[in-house]
């Protein structure tokens, strides 16, 4: 059971929108920074997004990230094929005096 | 360019004690943070410890406090990570980790390819 709440699985069609939240409390979420990363299957997790919304160099603009009140999202827009990946948000917990992440949704396009 | 190469891993019996190492280069390594996450077979991300780049200050997951111990030699370029009474729930695949830099919170920028420890009789 992750501290960091988000759907298993989401999908669409290539070109289309996805979105994909994560859910947390006021010990993580609520007030502390959000991260999100791109896991493709076997190889190691990829930081797309920092502080909430700033992407790091090389991650296009595609990626977007948000947070209002204890959700945070990702979104991706113009789906590729090579988007098929896992993805997983990441934020301090206060509480726990942790880092945390959320179980992790798989992205795939149809 | 910044590398991080994790080893160390393999099979080790319920109760044993295992090192894993992760070496770095490309970067100032006593300047960053570092972390080990791991990952259970099919399952998501868990962070298990992180240390400061002066090795003076360390965290660690409830789940390993008191069995893992984090530390670093700054000379050596490397970051280990010392797994004392091992469960079989400890199974994954540990990846080192290094931080942004920024004040704001940990952010993992740079990623080892893994190293898989397997705890089972």
């Known amino acids: 059971q992750s501290v960091l709440t988000q759907p298993p699985s989401v999908s669409a069609a290539p070109g289309q929108k996805v979105s994909i939240s994560c859910s947390g409390s006021?010990?993580?979420?609520?007030?502390?920074?959000v991260s999100w990363y791109q896991q493709v299957t076997g190889a190691a997790p990829k930081l797309l997004i920092y502080e909430n919304n700033k992407r790091p160099s090389g991650i296009p603009d595609r990626f977007s990230g948000s947070k209002s009140g204890t959700s945070a999202t990702l979104g991706i827009t113009g789906l590729q094929t090579g988007d098929e990946a896992d993805y997983y948000c990441?934020?301090?917990?206060?509480?726990?005096?942790?880092?945390?992440f959320g179980g992790g949704t798989k992205v795939t396009v149809l | 360019e910044v590398q991080l190469v994790e080893s160390g891993g393999g099979l080790v019996q319920p109760g044993g004690s295992l090192r894993l190492s992760c070496a770095v280069s490309?970067?100032?390594?006593?300047?960053?943070?570092m972390y080990w996450v791991r990952q259970a077979p099919g399952k998501g991300l868990v962070w298990v410890s992180r240390?400061?780049?002066?090795?003076?200050?360390?965290s660690y997951a409830d789940s390993v406090k008191g069995r893992f111990t984090i530390s670093r030699d700054n000379a050596k370029n490397t970051v280990y990570l010392q797994m004392n009474s091992l469960r079989a729930e400890d199974t994954a695949v540990y990846y080192c980790a290094r931080d942004l830099g920024l004040q704001s919170g940990d952010y993992f920028d740079y990623w080892g390819q893994g190293t898989l420890v397997t705890v089972s009789s």
């Open positions: 006021s010990s993580n979420i609520g007030n502390n920074y």
């Open positions: 490309g970067f100032t390594f006593s300047s960053y943070w």
């Open positions: 240390i400061n780049g002066d090795g003076t200050t360390t």
């Open positions: 990441g934020t301090w917990d206060t509480s726990l005096s942790g880092v945390v």
